[in-house]
């Protein structure tokens, strides 16, 4: 693992002091803010391949809520859906309850489905 890797992977284990969850969902140029702190060499380039790189080995999740944004979620290990603030875009984790598959049209195959709810968080409602 290179030093860039471990630094990009470590900002999420290093929430912010205004984060209270420790499944925090960053975009790329969030990560790449936090990086330079540890490392103020690394490239634009560098976080966004090693992004790909690790959401392609599975270490990282890439969210898409649609806002044109993708996010990063290192929560990997449980199954989860996602609850988002329609005020201050606030992306929250919450356990996924089981939905049932809709019948297709012919020929179409499901790989993956994944439930956003929408609303606003507790501190802007």
Same mark, same amino acid.
């Given at each position: ?10 900002v ?6 205004? +984060? ?5 969902? /960053?975009?790329?140029?969030? &990560?790449? $803010? %936090?990086? *330079?702190?540890?490392? !103020? ?11 790909? +790189? ?5 270490? /990282?999740?890439a969210?898409? &809520?649609? $806002? %044109?944004? *993708?996010?990063?979620? !290192? ?23 089981? &939905?049932?598959?809709?019948? *297709? ?6 790989a ?14």
């Open positions: 693992m290179t030093a860039q890797r471990r630094v990009i992977f470590g999420f284990d290093a929430p912010a002091a205004d +984060e209270s969850d420790t499944h925090i969902h /960053l975009t790329a140029d969030e &990560v790449l $803010d %936090r990086a *330079t702190t540890a490392l !103020p060499e690394i490239s634009r380039a560098t976080v966004y391949n090693t992004l790909n +790189e690790l959401v392609d080995a599975g270490e /990282l999740l969210v898409n &809520v649609g $806002d %044109r944004v *993708t996010r990063y979620d !290192p929560n990997v290990h449980s199954r989860h859906d996602h609850l988002v603030c329609s005020s201050c875009g606030a992306i929250f984790d919450v356990p996924a309850i089981p &939905v049932q598959i809709p019948e *297709t049209a012919a020929g179409f195959t499901i993956s489905a994944e439930v956003i709810y929408r609303g606003r968080c507790a501190d802007c409602a």
